[in-house]
């Protein structure tokens, strides 16, 4: 897996892969010295009396009685087989319905790490002085929660470049203020339930908009964007603004709008090019005679009393540069065709200033002009949102040439989930190859892949139930259970095969490797769930966030297990009679046994002594 996705799960597949050899190696060789070495003095005539050796041998008898009952809840299930299965559908469907209608999708979990960001825009045009006295009336807005926040931190002047396409640098008309709170354990109220509040109390301020940011994850850059790309760079702005609008209604959606900040107000130089070519009067020369009003001239360096040496630039004064009629009179230099002195003239002699209107920003993505419209979400989980946006946007109708893409995390989970989905895919195509090898048939192992979605039901129900999202976290804890729950099958399985193989019939091997299979299951079941218990209670700052991993394995596992404990067994059952249908229906007649029929020399196999053919 490449890209982003790579970057979450390469370090993933490497720790696990590397840390089942290293079980294996040890499984091998220490585990089996110990065991034959290393008695247990519980079991000790002597050590009887001891109170731990006691509640251990109740337990056990405990323990026995429950796998003597499980025997005939095994016995009840095969007699219902064909339930057993559609308990099985069941189950898949209805992860699947739930986790659409009441789960919820999201690219990353919400993760409490005690620090929202605030952005403050102001209206294109405004001086850092305006945007500075609004990103400060920002800040004590956040610092009057004297029991949530610890301080703030304000800059002025800068902008999330390259978070986004449109992403000016330095721009005069935006500030940012981050907020530190008090640590997790010390307030009573989440972050993202402050940054709502605080975007709330943030809409009272006049004259500039304030977006917050909670997930802490991307920064300040904005969850959802929707890319509207074309070649005209002044109806994209027009079609944009109507995106924004209908982006507005949709609930869940905040902190909406445009990657070009508006519209900034500008002067317009119209050249009177015939004038200006009869007098000798070039672009870049207008350009030049602008360029002391606006961005200064170098005039050297000056060394100031202390003995800093400091730059000098020469530039006219606010004042000198305001009007329409101050432009028209800075001094135009017109040289004659001998390149002689020239004289000087007036710019408004040669061309026309007024003022306009104008795009903050034109950004380009992949050589198109884009404006992106950007928005948060609150309330819902990031792929509600999405899909309600993308229903609304259907049928709004785009110029020929014109059209959304998405990008932000929406972009991003489309990427990580493919990637995602077609690994798992290959995984699960691995596994059923390896168990092919194993057990020598093509039709058994289906019942071993049968538990694979039969954990999908309890995942879904422990994130819905913590109130999670189907995200990046919870799928690599899905992708865990793929390698996880399939170890109960194999295991009554393995053992039911080799009831068969001994002579045994197969209701009896079925059941007989439930009741001896059911103490590994169990143990292993609840050792995984112990191990989880502390990732999925998410404690201390920023916890919260590998909380869905434990949360959906702990989930999948408890549903797998007591599914497959029922499910598992008829599967098998039935596929094992389909298998021996199919192996009789194109098993080819043997001649009769008056007929003589010589082996083939190549075809012989040497039998042990005593051993018959039959």
């Known amino acids: 897996m490449g890209d982003v996705a790579g970057q979450w799960f390469k370090p993933f597949a490497l720790t696990i892969a590397c840390s089942v050899m290293v079980s294996l190696l040890v499984s091998f060789s220490l585990d089996p010295m110990l065991s034959a070495y290393w008695a247990d003095p519980q079991t000790e005539g002597h050590e009887r009396k001891n109170p731990i050796a006691r509640a251990l041998d109740r337990f056990n008898v405990w323990f ?26 069941g189950a898949l469907v209805g992860a699947i319905f739930l986790q659409i209608q009441f789960g919820g999708f999201g690219f990353v979990p919400t993760s409490d790490r005690s620090e929202i960001t605030m952005q403050v825009e102001t209206p294109p045009g405004s ?29 002025v002047g800068g902008s999330g470049a390259g978070q986004q396409p449109g992403g000016a640098i330095g721009s005069a008309d935006l500030g940012s203020v981050y907020v530190r709170m008090v640590p997790k354990k010390t307030r009573s109220i989440s972050q993202n339930d402050f940054g ?22 991307g920064g300040a850059r904005k969850q959802i964007q929707v890319e509207l790309r074309g070649a005209d760079a002044v109806l994209l702005n027009k079609l944009a603004d109507s995106v924004m609008k209908i982006v507005k209604t949709v609930p869940g959606a905040v902190d909406v709008g445009l990657s070009s900040k508006g519209q900034k107000p500008e002067l317009e130089v119209n050249l009177n090019r015939a004038l200006a070519g009869s007098l000798g009067v070039t672009v870049g020369q207008v350009a030049q005679s602008l360029r002391p009003a606006f961005a200064g001239i170098d005039a050297g360096d000056w060394v100031d009393p202390a003995g800093q040496n400091r730059k000098v630039r020469i530039r006219l004064t606010p004042e000198a540069r305001t009007k329409i009629s101050d432009i028209e009179r800075l001094p135009m230099i017109v040289g004659n065709a001998n390149g002689g002195p020239g004289t000087v003239m007036p710019l408004g002699q040669i061309a026309t200033v007024s003022a306009g209107l104008g795009p903050a920003i034109i950004s380009h993505l992949d ?45 991003d989970q489309q990427q990580v989930f493919s990637r995602m989905f077609a690994a798992m895919g290959i995984a699960v195509l691995l596994m059923y190859l390896i168990l092919v090898m194993q057990f020598g048939s093509f039709i058994e192992p289906l019942a071993i892949m049968i538990s694979l979605p039969l954990s999908l039901i309890g995942v879904v129900l422990a994130l819905i139930i913590t109130h999670d999202t189907l995200n990046i976290m919870s799928l690599i804890g899905v992708i865990l259970l793929m390698g996880i729950v399939a170890k109960n099958a194999i295991l009554l399985i393995d053992f039911a095969k080799w009831g068969q193989e001994s002579g045994k019939d197969r209701r009896t091997a079925i059941i007989e490797a439930g009741r001896v299979r059911l103490r590994p299951i169990m143990m292993t079941t609840l050792a995984l769930i112990a191990g989880m218990i502390p990732v999925a209670l998410g404690r201390g700052e920023g916890a919260d966030f590998r909380a869905p991993l434990g949360r959906a394995i702990i989930g999948g596992v408890i549903t797998s297990t007591f599914l497959t404990l029922l499910v598992i067994p008829t599967i098998y059952e039935i596929l094992d009679e389909w298998r021996e249908k199919a192996m009789s229906f194109m098993k080819v007649p043997q001649r009769p046994a008056t007929d003589e029929y010589e082996i083939p020399a190549h075809n012989r196999k040497s039998r042990p002594s005593g051993v018959q053919s039959q």
């Open 367 to 411: 050589r198109d002009n884009v404006v992106v419209v950007e928005a948060n979400t609150q309330g819902r989980s990031l792929g509600e949102v999405n899909t309600a946006i993308t229903a609304k946007l259907a049928s709004f109708q785009l110029p020929t040439g014109y059209r959304f893409t998405a990008g932000g995390e929406v972009r």
């Open 64 to 89: 026995n009685v429950q796998a003597e009952r499980y025997t005939k809840v095994i016995g009840w299930a095969l007699d219902h087989r064909w339930w057993m299965a559609t308990l099985a559908l």
């Open 196 to 217: 709502e509040m605080i975007r709330k109390e943030a809409s009272q301020i006049g004259g500039a908009n304030v977006y917050v940011f909670t997930s802490g994850f």
């Open 127 to 155: 001086n850092l002085a305006y945007t500075k006295m609004k990103t400060e009336e920002a800040a004590r807005l956040a610092r009057s929660h004297t029991d949530l926040v610890e301080y703030t931190f304000a800059a």
